[in-house]
């Protein structure tokens, strides 16, 4: 089965600095990359997805990255407000297969 | 409905107890997910459904977990003489179709059920 690391496994950051965290996924089929964020006590949410067919998305100040020969995908959030901090968590999922998700990354943004 | 509905939204029960928690997905979709949250934590996977059948359950911790779902729509998720460590945040997800412009299933989460064991 499918297998996702998430690196670091906590980020602080400076107010207006960027951020970026790693993961890594072990089963070639995978196809979907989404990334959801997690406010303390809420739900996860997404925040942007790319698929397998796509190098680079942006939405904003947010961007994902996705190396398919390396089988790893990155978040990047550029200049970074307080609002921003939360856990992040990545996923790789394909067509009828569940979604596996990483360990989560909690970020702080130092004002 | 447009989302992921559960209930209950909290619940306090006494170590031993039985609990049930409900999962109303989004209208439509036939995939459901099942994952745990305990405090400070990632999100554990617990099960999978596609339509009434459960092709992934390998993630249910014990034989005191259980799961079912009928008539396509409204799961269950039953967890027998609750232990202390049974206490965490059970959150439902189901893929609502064509949100992403990648034109994948997105995965919606439910609020959760916050889940104490005494």
């Known amino acids: 089965g499918e297998n996702v690391e998430q690196h670091p496994s906590t980020l602080s950051v400076q107010e207006g600095d960027s951020a970026v965290i790693k993961c890594t996924y072990s089963d070639s089929a995978s196809n979907y990359f989404p990334w959801y964020k997690q406010e303390l006590g809420k739900r996860p949410q997404l925040i942007i997805d790319i698929r397998s067919n796509v190098g680079e998305k942006k939405d904003q100040r947010i961007a994902v990255t996705l190396n398919k020969t390396a089988k790893h995908f990155s978040l990047h959030i550029t200049e970074t407000q307080p609002e921003d901090s939360a856990v992040y968590f990545c996923?790789?999922?394909?067509?009828?297969?569940?979604?596996?998700f990483g360990t989560g990354t909690s970020l702080t943004v130092i004002p | 409905g447009a989302g992921v509905s559960q209930s209950p939204s909290n619940k306090v029960t006494e170590k031993g107890k039985d609990v049930e928690l409900r999962c109303d997905p989004i209208?439509?979709?036939?995939?459901l997910y099942w994952y745990r949250q305990s405090l400070g934590q990632g999100l554990e996977f617990l099960i999978y459904f596609q339509g009434n059948s459960a092709p992934d359950k390998s993630g249910l911790p014990s034989d005191r977990f259980s799961a079912e779902r009928t008539g396509g729509s409204v799961s269950t998720l039953t967890i027998q003489r609750t232990q202390q460590e049974d206490s965490a945040v059970y959150l439902c997800a189901s893929p609502r179709l064509g949100q992403a412009t990648s034109g994948a299933n997105v995965l919606t989460f439910g609020a959760g059920s916050r889940l104490t064991v005494l």
């Open positions: 996923a790789a999922s394909y067509p009828g297969n569940q979604f596996y």
């Open positions: 209208s439509g979709h036939t995939a």
